[in-house]
C-alpha cells in the first residue's frame, strides 16, 4: 500500500519561481525523504529528514517535516528549467524499506 | 565509478516466457530492493534483501523471483505467472536497511509482445 501522498500532482512555474510540493502519510516513519526523476530514467536522492527533525536545508532545498500534521513539504528556491522533473517522497519505516508516494511533476518554463 | 547497473535497458518478452533482470552494485551495499513503476501510480516494491542468501517479499511479489547469492548481484525474474508484466522495473541499493538513502539504477523496461 502506498502511503505517502503528493500534493499537487502537476505543477507548472516560470525559471526564477519557487517550487513547493507537499507530503502526506498516514503512520508513524522512521525518516522521509525526497527524490527526484527526470523521464525514463532512475531516482535521485535528494534530502532525507528523520522523525526528531523538523527542517532541513540542502542548496536550494529546503525539507520541512511536521510528525503531528504526518506531512512534509519540499521547497525548491530560484527553479532552474534543469528542475524539471517528478519529485516523490517516501516514508522509511522500521523494517527498513521504503514506500513511495505517486509523485508531483514539476516544469519549470524557460 | 560506484554504482548501480541494471541491464538490459529494453526487453520484449513473449506471453508465457520467464525474463530475468540484471542488477549489480559495486557500491558494498548491504541492502538491495526491486521496485515496479507504471504510470501515475509511483513505485511498489517486489522484493528486497538485507544480506547474502536472504530476502523478504514486498507488497507485490506474486509472479516473480529473486535470489542473493554474492552481495553485489540481485537478479529479478519475471515469472510467466505474472499477468500485467509490462512495466518499467528499478533496482535500488541502500547501506543498510533503514536510516540511509537509496541509490538506484536506470532502470529495465519490459514490455510483453
Known amino acids: 500500500s502506498q502511503q505517502g501522498e503528493e500534493d499537487p500532482q502537476a505543477l507548472s512555474i516560470q525559471e526564477g519561481e519557487n517550487a513547493t510540493m507537499n507530503c502526506s502519510y498516514k503512520?508513524?516513519?522512521?525518516?522521509l525523504q525526497w527524490y527526484r526523476q527526470n523521464s525514463g530514467r532512475g531516482l535521485v536522492h535528494l534530502i532525507l529528514i528523520r522523525s526528531n527533525e523538523r527542517e532541513k536545508h540542502s542548496g536550494r532545498l529546503r525539507v520541512t517535516l511536521d510528525t503531528s500534521k504526518k506531512s512534509s513539504s519540499l521547497l525548491i528556491t530560484a527553479s532552474r528549467a534543469a528542475d524539471t522533473a517528478s519529485y516523490f517522497c517516501a516514508t522509511a519505516f522500521r523494517d527498513g524499506t521504503l514506500t513511495f508516494g505517486k509523485g508531483t511533476m514539476l516544469l519549470v518554463s524557460p | 565509478d560506484g554504482g548501480i547497473t541494471q541491464s538490459p535497458k529494453y526487453l520484449f518478452r513473449k506471453e508465457g516466457q520467464n525474463v530475468t533482470l540484471s542488477c549489480e552494485q559495486n557500491l558494498n551495499h548491504d541492502a538491495m530492493y526491486w521496485y515496479r513503476q507504471d504510470p501515475g501510480q509511483g513505485l511498489r516494491l517486489i522484493y528486497y534483501?538485507?544480506?547474502?542468501?536472504?530476502?523478504q517479499k514486498g507488497d507485490i511479489a506474486e509472479g516473480y523471483s529473486v535470489s542473493r547469492e554474492k552481495k553485489e548481484s540481485f537478479p529479478l525474474t519475471v515469472t510467466s505467472a505474472q499477468k500485467n508484466p509490462t512495466a518499467f522495473y528499478l533496482c535500488?541499493?541502500?547501506?543498510?536497511?533503514?536510516?540511509?538513502?537509496?541509490?538506484f539504477g536506470s532502470g529495465t523496461r519490459l514490455t510483453v509482445v
Open positions: 535500488a541499493s541502500s547501506i543498510r536497511t533503514g536510516g540511509s538513502g537509496y541509490t
Open positions: 503512520t508513524s516513519i522512521n525518516n
Open positions: 534483501s538485507q544480506i547474502v542468501n536472504d530476502f
